[in-house]
């Protein structure tokens, strides 16, 4: 036969063969061959540098002879590849496989289990391999009911073990790609379903869907948020895995392509514990060429699918390491005898195409000044203020009907003193079923309703009722009520065995309002867009290339506050230049640390003394304060910024609110009047908030119907004002409460931009009023002079500001440790032995950290727990592989979303930080210009922001403390006047019920030069101690097995394939 001639042919190696190894090919045509151009099928590439060993004869089977002819029949392989795709026979091939014995790459029996996504975790946990938490539902026929499984709003339980929104829904075959991601209420709810890339689209989002699928079994998993990149990992063997990043289809679901129509995607480095992993799930599922799927979360990592054959596309030296890596395997197996050392020039040639590479664009210039091109830019930190919303709002009365008093036993496990939270769909939905009850039929004002106390209370529940109505649909994280037991009484058992307390009386508090607009999701999708194209060298396409290419470390944090995430969300729509709705993009993007940006209790005895004696000073008939000295720091003075006229200004401002109030009244009435007439319990038009955060532009019916604005009626707005009417002025105790001046000023905003076509006569002048006292009352609320402003700024700011210098210092040591090894070696190339003591240490300290990661586990961040550089998922390029000139520079962004009072600190603090004792005869961080601005600018408005910019200077020594320049920007955010038409750009905005943002501003003198090391200096003292962050841990990314210099392979010479059960046989 012509396959046993024993004519001799020589190989590559430089030894003879007494034939060829015989390489059957037993796989689909289509997995095999897609052409002839420069980058085709990954397959056909691999083979044909095989042949050219010319060790190897390529035996391709064909679709006509796995498909039609008996198994028998198939020809004599030494060596085969095979492996399931769509319309396989995969038993077919196992009886052959078994018939001849030929050496498997790929064994075919084990194939069999990654068509059960059951069985390939069950496989991995075998192995010690980590999987995401997961729970099985299995269902012998479709919609099958399991006493093990249940569904809530926002989790499903399975054998109790509860996976809380969000989670991701499995159907358990493999083949079946529709896989689900549930989201949570108080994150707009919906779900996202991911598939197979169809055109630009590899998933699709849909708001409405909220309850899971029944018609089949599932695996239920926790979802892990990675930062909206997924890892896909190659092996070829044990000993070799490929990984390569491409963005998250759970993010928009839109495919990045580069110019080829190919995905774009870019090979990362794996950590060792990766590498292990690999080298597992290769020999558990005993498939040599294997792919499989990495999820990074929290510095740890999961494979969570396993594809079985899969090769790399369009790398040219992936095929070049496959090619040799195959090469040794069927040597070893069919020839153990020949060498299979890699000869020093590979035997085939190709003209690779090598497109142009880029590095980071130098940043020759900044806002302050012109540096040269020496400068880097390494770090953007941003702090930023919330979008526009509507008006907070606060409800409270004291209830004593049976039924609000049962609910609150009911949700707080009838413990009779213990306060009780509703918030949940379910929840509000029985508060609302209560108060429908309670609420009268009559219209207020009857012989029913004449006794005041009852009136209110009437009013009161009517206004509860309202709020739950509004939208038509409930979201959560917007309204939430309080039940606080005041009053209780012994009462009898039902048993009659002795007594129990009972509540007689409570109080209720209904917060509601602060909802994120479509105004302030437009104005956050326009800053992150105007931060992608103006903070990052390149002009927007320039962070996009950094992003897509894995050199931008990108993390975004939010406070707790519904507004500030969905704010944060929009803003990376914009910065990334993403599609679709905000949910998956809060949800993948998003962290929260309440925390960090959250809260005011710190400084609330401080707070309280600025409030006390800001109403001294504006009450006060004798205004005039000291100010000698001062005349050139106006800034200095207790109280500074407020009108001189402030206490006139006051009663004018309660005429007017009336005034407003009285209208919107006659407006409430009427609406309340059609309300009484139908036997319908549903207020207004529907009006769903998950589909309002979707929207960028005005409700158009609404307005034409001539409604209010958003999903607020005229009986809430009558509320809204009817309470700033009574709480700014008390008649009978004669005394104002400046404290509400800031809600005043608030509302009167929000009626002019969003509500002008209800054209309330006196609303221009209340606005111009309230501005007036607001400009001077909001700034002193966080200090009533520098050092005050001081004092509470770094404590509301305190943990904040200690995260922005562990910011600035991981990169700064990042940028060190880059720049050290250049100046040892410039080939990068170490031993074996030095290689392998890098990762036997840097494994060392993986397994440490994961044991420390084990022994906690918290759903949001905490400072005092993890550090922050330890816990974030890092990407570095491997520079072997990826078409970059610089692989190892990365751009580090941090963005914190947050409310005023952090805005206001940390201006405070950076302006403020030299009057602190301990840095006396110190200059101020801020400029004297810029601190006479800031006197001037007093609002930070919505998508106001503070920027801190980090350049490195290349070309200086490491030591010198210009080697880091910081430069500090802000913006007074959205503080046009809804009343100022005169910009033409303004107007248009003004018709969208929008206002522009205002363009950076300098806060150091042009050409001036700030160290980090000085600002490190003078923000410390303020900051949270370095000592309660954990110190940073060892970068996760070093070089993996292959270099260029195809010598290294010979590592490769000691590759023991463990587990080919048919090697024995048939060698030759």
Known sequence: MRDREMAKEEGVGGLLLRSKIKIGVCVMEKKVNCGREVFSAPMEQILERLQAFGEFEIIIFGDKVILEEAMENWPICDCLIAFYSTGYPLKKADAYAALRKPFLVNELEQQYLLHDRRKVYERLEMYGIPVPNYALVNREVPYQELHYFTEQEDFVEVHGKRFWKPFVEKPIDGDDHSIMIYYPNSAGGGMKELFRKVGNRSSEFHPEVRRVRREGSYIYEEFLPTGGTDVKVYTVGPEYAHAEARKSPVVDGVVMRNPDGKEVRYPVLLTPAEKQMARDVCIAFRQAVCGFDLLRCEGRSYVCDVNGWSFVKNSHKYYDDAACVLRKMFLDAKAPHLSSTIPPTLPWKVNEPVPPSEGLTKQGSGIIGTFGQSEELRCVIAVVRHGDRTPKQKVKLKVSEEKLLNLMLKYNGGRPRSETKLKSAVQLQDLLDA?????????????????????????????????????????????????????????????????????????????????????????????????????????????????????????????????????????????????????????????????????????????????????????????????????????????????????????????????????????????????????????????????????????????????????????????????????????RKDRFDITQIPDVYDSCKYDLLHNAHLNLEGLDELFKVAQMLADGVIPNEYGINPKHKLKIGSKIARRLLGKILIDLRNTREEAISVAEPKNDHVQGLTSCKARQEDNDFLTKIQNKTDDARRSSSTSEKSLDQDDDDDKETKYRLDPKYANVKTPERHVRTRLYFTSESHIHSLMNVLRYCNLDESLQGEESLVCRSALDRLFKTRELDYMSYIVLRMFENIEVPLEDPKKFRIEMTFSRGADLSPLEYNDGEAASLHQEHTLPIMGPERLQEVGSYLTLDRLEKMIRPFAMPAEDFPPPTTPQGFPGYFSKSGSVLERLASLWWPFHKHSNANTK
Not at 588 to 616: F, P, Q, T, W, Y
């Open 435 to 731: 108060t429908r009850m309670l609420v009268p039929r009559a219209r207020s004002g009857r012989e029913s309703d004449s006794d005041a106390e009852d009136l209110e209370h009437a009013e009161k529940l009517r206004q509860v009722k309202a709020v739950l109505e509004e939208g038509g649909h409930f979201s959560g994280i917007y309204r939430k009520v309080q039940l606080k037991p005041l009053k209780w009484i012994k009462v009898p058992k039902d048993n009659g065995d002795g007594e129990e307390e009972r509540p007689v009386e409570a109080l209720m508090v209904l917060k509601y309002g602060g909802v994120l607009t479509h105004a302030g999701r437009k104005q956050a999708e326009e800053l992150g867009r105007y931060f992608r194209n103006n903070m990052y060298p390149g002009e927007g396409t320039g962070l996009l290339r950094l992003h897509s290419t894995y050199r931008h470390d990108l993390k975004i944090y939010s406070s707790d506050e519904g507004r500030v995430q969905m704010s944060a969300a929009a803003f990376a729509k914009g910065l990334l230049d993403l599609e679709g709705q905000l949910t998956p993009i809060l949800v993948s993007l998003v962290s929260k640390d309440s925390s960090m940006l959250d809260g005011l209790d710190n400084a609330s005895i401080e707070m309280d003394e600025a409030k006390a004696r800001l109403h001294e000073i504006v009450t006060s008939e004798a205004r005039a304060v000291n100010q000698n000295g001062y005349s050139e720091c106006p800034w200095m003075i207790d109280g500074a910024g407020l009108p001189p006229n402030a206490l006139e200004l006051l009663p004018r401002m309660v005429k007017l609110i009336k005034k407003i109030t009285a209208q919107v009244k006659l407006l409430a009435q009427d609406e309340d009047e059609k309300l009484a007439m139908t036997n319908s319990f549903s207020v207004l038009p529907p009006y769903d908030q998950a589909k309002a955060l979707g929207k960028t532009n005005i409700d158009v019916a609404r307005i034409a119907a001539g409604l209010p604005c958003g999903s607020e009626g005229f009986l809430l707005m009558f509320a809204r004002w009817k309470k700033l009417e009574k709480d700014l002025y008390n008649e």
